[in-house]
């Protein structure tokens, strides 16, 4: 693997991880309510399970079908989706909802797994995937399979994954022990229009690298 | 459009909700009770430095006659900040503004110019009843799904049940019934909720038959009007348990859930007791999973010679206290009493819930005294503290002086006149001498809720202790 591929998974997997929207307010605020840090800690990694089932699933189709299909296409159409939703996340006033404040880790891994698919977060990893810098040197034998593919979206699941609990894990845990809750007030930049503008960028590089 | 930062008026807890900037514009219902000219929406400058302090500086008239414009509330607030569902980043900027007897709905801008808001859109009472089944809008609470908004009857000449239809707080179209599974609820009244625990609590009142000619004798002493709550799941939508607080109590209303979202405990107040003529606020709170209630404060009738009272309650010879608003204020301290029939308006430290202390009290108005204001000593004042709104940090206190049309008529058959007042809650409990807008300073309008800018002690809800 490039290391300029990984070194913007690691910082695609930051960004998803800086957004309150993505989970760690939320379990800021589970903390909040029981005044526990451990439930602090205990909510990370289900919300982080569910982001990564979220990315896996788009990681598993792109890999798969790219070794399979020509990249250029999947990049081509792959590249036209991420556009077309960056401009939808952007224009669309609805917001994602789907559960109260009262939650088992179960099922916020379920909110996390919907609110991350709800925004594409795994699509805004495409311009990495389809690069076909990921599945490195296996991606130009006929040998790559779909096995290679699976390990691969795993590699780069994994990799986003850590990246996104990490910078969660700090903020959350910064925030209920030293911040405050001020910090929303003063901090929390609409991070839903960047992140649209981010798929947009991603799309538009999936398509710039493709043609 | 989306702000690029939060709302700086949306408050993650109460805590800093009450440290925030003190409010400097005021906006008050006003209705006409001959609707023989539209209601308006009334400015008020409430900022103590200002020269044109404690009156009014601005008007929103809506374009029709006869919609009784009651309760009214904001189209997002520091709920917007809750984890599951965060959007901190749409403004506080509408009014959503129900007319109580017309069924239509008034969503009025007050961003561009504070002082004479404009009207966005008009939500005709057809939209309501088509995609909700409701009318007689009452109660507007900014929440997690969009907004809430209580009303009172059915659609289509259907007395009930009331319920709570669901607006979008961006393009303020109603998104339906609320309700899933309504079980045994059929009055309405009002709505909010312990927000961090996804329960919503409902109260009850009457349908548009029994309340909009007046308060009809025989329903009350037939003990007929609500006398429950309802307590909801709020994610489910559905019916979890109702809570009869006996039906001598009639007319359970104003609900004032702790602001603290760890607590599931909260105040509501009962108009009368037909026993005794007394009024009461009792606590709810949850013990083994499910909802209890007790009478925390029974404030009694005032014993008055028949001569002086308005025929309503002329045979019982007393004034009833008759709670119909309670306040609480941010900090969970101070719940505020008004007792719109004997003309007081009184403080309790609600520190304990469970036992109130009073800790203050003032006279105005008063169905038999009639006190007058500081200010204009002899003046005799219809009406009494009706709505309370407390300011977020819980030092000002506001009340209007008119119940609801029909209702003013039977008790105050001379007139309920026009007024608001200011109260100051610190370690004194007093009235502010130089805030008294009445008479015609409100064009002959009576004046109902009060809505502080940036919100208030009864308009949000936190998700942060």
Not at chain 1, 13 to 19: S, T, V
Not at chain 2, 41 to 66: M, Q, R
Not at chain 2, 112 to 135: Q, R, T
Not at chain 2, 457 to 462: E, I, L
Request: charged content about 20%; aromatic content about 10%; overall charge negative.
């Amino acid at each position: 693997m490039k290391d300029g591929s990984l070194i913007a998974l690691v910082a695609l997997g930051a960004f998803h991880g800086l957004n309150p929207g993505m989970g760690w307010l939320f379990a800021v605020a589970r903390g909040l309510q029981e005044r526990s840090r451990a439930l602090v800690l205990q909510s990370l990694p289900a919300i982080a399970a569910g982001h990564a089932a979220s990315v896996f699933l788009v990681a598993v189709v792109v890999t798969l079908t790219g070794s399979v299909l020509t990249s250029r296409v999947v990049s081509i159409a792959g590249g036209i989706v991420l556009v077309g939703f960056g401009l939808w996340r952007l224009l669309s006033t609805r917001h994602f909802r789907w559960v109260g404040m009262r939650l088992t880790l179960w099922q916020l891994a379920g909110w996390s797994f919907l609110m991350s698919s709800a925004h594409g977060a795994g699509l805004m990893l495409l311009p990495i995937l389809t690069h076909g810098s990921v599945t490195g040197s296996h991606a130009h034998g006929m040998t790559g399979g779909a096995g290679d593919a699976v390990s691969a979206a795993i590699f780069v699941t994994l990799v986003h994954t850590m990246a996104m609990l990490a910078v969660a894990g700090v903020i959350a845990v910064v925030v209920y022990e030293v911040v405050g809750l001020t910090i929303l007030r003063r901090a929390w930049f609409n991070l839903d229009r960047l992140w649209a503008a981010a798929l947009i960028a991603a799309g538009a590089t999936t398509l710039l690298i493709a043609v | 459009m989306a702000l690029w930062k939060p709302d700086p008026t949306f408050y993650p807890s109460p805590r800093d909700a009450a440290s925030a900037p003190p409010e400097s514009l005021a906006y008050v219902a006003a209705f006409d009770r001959a609707a023989d000219k539209p209601d308006a929406i009334a400015v008020l400058d409430v900022d103590p430095a200002s020269g044109s302090y404690g009156s009014v500086v601005g008007w929103t008239d809506v374009p029709y006659k006869g919609d009784e414009l009651h309760h009214f509330g904001w189209n997002a607030c520091s709920s917007a900040l809750c984890p599951y569902a965060p959007h901190p980043h749409i403004e506080r900027r509408y009014l959503v503004v129900p007319g109580l007897r017309s069924s239509r709905v008034y969503v009025i801008d007050v961003k561009d110019d504070p002082v004479k808001p404009a009207i966005k859109k008009i939500l005709e009472p057809e939209e309501l009843a088509k995609h909700a089944g409701y009318s007689r809008p009452h109660t507007v609470h900014c929440g997690p799904e969009g907004l809430y908004v209580s009303a009172l009857g059915g659609a289509n000449g259907d007395e009930g049940p009331g319920g709570i239809a669901l607006l979008d707080h961006n393009s303020f179209e109603v998104l339906g019934r609320w309700e899933v599974d309504r079980g045994p609820q059929y009055l309405a009244y009002d709505v909010w909720w312990h927000i961090a625990h996804d329960v919503v609590v409902t109260s009850e009142w009457g349908t548009p038959s029994m309340i909009e000619d007046g308060v009809d004798a025989d329903l009350l002493l037939g003990r007929a009007y609500g006398h429950a709550l309802h307590f909801w799941d709020l994610r489910k939508r559905r019916h979890l348990q109702r809570v009869d607080l006996g039906d001598e109590h009639q007319m359970v209303l104003e609900l004032r859930p702790a602001h603290d979202p760890t607590k599931t405990y909260g105040f509501v107040g009962v108009v009368v007791s037909v026993e005794d003529l007394s009024a009461s606020v009792w606590v709810w709170y949850r013990e083994d999973g499910s909802f209890r209630v007790r009478e925390v404060i029974t404030i009694p009738a005032e014993p008055a010679a028949a001569e002086d009272l308005p025929p309503v309650i002329a045979p019982f010879g007393a004034v009833p206290p008759l709670v119909t608003d309670i306040d609480l204020s941010v900090d969970d301290r101070f719940l505020y009493v008004s007792c719109w029939g004997t003309g007081e308006l009184k403080r309790y430290d609600v520190t304990d819930p469970f036992n109130p202390v009073e800790a203050g009290s003032v006279r105005i108005g008063g169905i038999v005294n009639r006190t007058p204001h500081p200010s204009a000593p002899d003046e005799p004042l219809a009406g009494g503290p009706q709505m309370v709104e407390v300011s977020r940090d819980g030092e000002r206190v506001y009340v209007t002086n008119s119940l609801y049309g029909a209702w003013d008529d039977q008790f105050y058959p001379d007139g309920v006149g026009a007024w608001m007042a200011k109260v100051d809650s610190g370690q004194e409990f007093t009235f502010d001498t130089r805030f008294f807008p009445s008479g015609d300073d409100f064009r002959g309008l009576r004046v109902h809720q009060t809505r502080l800018q940036g919100g208030d002690a009864s308009s949000d809800s936190y998700c942060y202790p």
